[in-house]
């Protein structure tokens, strides 16, 4: 039988980082709260949690990557909120957040999370960060706890 690894959802002894963008603060405000309530819920200490705000989503990947490299953190969470315009900028910041937050885990191998909403309105930004749809927040607290320990699992295997 193949040998399967697994991460569990144990945070105790995690140092998560995360970086949210100010841009849409009604929104990423909502994600991050709902981000470190989760974090905590699954053992990461309130003290090992990081956060630090940039001006928009196109800004996170640069600030992950620089939390990233500190060496300090097992997991970086990315949150953000882009919502569709009446202009082509929407595309060019949620394909280049998107592109960015990736490179920096796969350059870094730190797993780094994307929590940015990419909507067509405030009403789909609004039921995805604690409405209907549940908050994004917790997605992302949960996933980056699961591929820490999934890489920690795969260190030591």
């Not at 709902?34 to 600030?63: C, H, K, M, N, Q």
Request: negative net charge; contains cysteine; proline residues 3%.
């Amino acid at each position: 039988m193949p040998k399967e690894l697994k991460g569990d959802m144990n945070g105790q002894g995690l140092h998560v980082g995360i970086v949210v963008a100010r841009f849409n603060e009604i929104i990423t405000r909502k994600l991050l709260d709902s981000a470190v309530e989760t974090l905590i819920r699954y053992g990461v200490r309130d003290e090992d949690i990081t956060v630090g705000w940039v001006p928009g989503s196109f800004e996170l990947p640069v600030v992950a990557k620089a939390l990233a490299k500190t060496g300090k953190y097992q997991a970086v969470i990315c949150l953000g909120a882009v919502i569709r315009g009446e202009t082509s900028h929407y595309d060019m910041v949620a394909g280049q957040a998107a592109s960015g937050i990736n490179s920096v885990g796969l350059e870094t191998g730190v797993p780094t999370i994307f929590g940015v909403l990419t909507t067509e309105n405030m009403e789909q930004a609004l039921n995805r960060s604690g409405g209907k749809a549940g908050n994004m927040g917790t997605n992302t607290a949960v996933t980056a706890i699961e591929t820490a320990r999934l890489i920690e699992a795969a260190s030591n295997s």
